[in-house]
């Protein structure tokens, strides 16, 4: 079963790091696009970085010199960097990728991971 699985999330302190994972399981060929999302208690879903299939990135204003998405395509694994972070980065974290399977390609999400910027 295809699946994208989520971690490196946690609690950290004002001006700290952490790096989220998305790990993509099961029968897949590629990554193509993939995007970080998050969801603050009360608000609607936004984009914060997204990199599609031929590499090109950008990222939500919030987040511009603080956070970078990467991939490691022989692990079919996708990155969020986030560095100095805020309380207002406090959030539930998603990924979403395009996945080629079998031919065909098809939007996935992980399950969330909670971020949690506090002193």
């Known amino acids: 079963q295809v699946q994208l699985v989520e971690s490196g999330g946690g609690l950290v302190q004002p001006g700290g790091s952490l790096r989220l994972s998305c790990a993509a399981s099961g029968s897949i060929d590629s990554i193509s696009a993939m995007g970080w999302y998050r969801q603050a208690p009360g608000k609607q879903r936004e984009l914060v970085a997204y990199?599609?299939?031929?590499?090109?990135?950008n990222y939500a204003d919030s987040v511009k010199g603080r956070f970078t998405i990467a991939r490691d395509n022989a692990k079919n694994t996708g990155y969020l960097q986030m560095n100095s972070l805020k309380p207002e980065d406090t959030a539930v974290y998603y990924c979403?990728?395009?996945?080629?399977?079998?031919?065909?390609?098809?939007?996935?999400w992980g399950q969330g991971t909670q971020v949690t910027v506090s002193s």
């Open positions: 979403n990728a395009n996945l080629a399977v079998g031919g065909y390609e098809y939007s996935y």
């Open positions: 990199r599609n299939s031929h590499g090109s990135t």
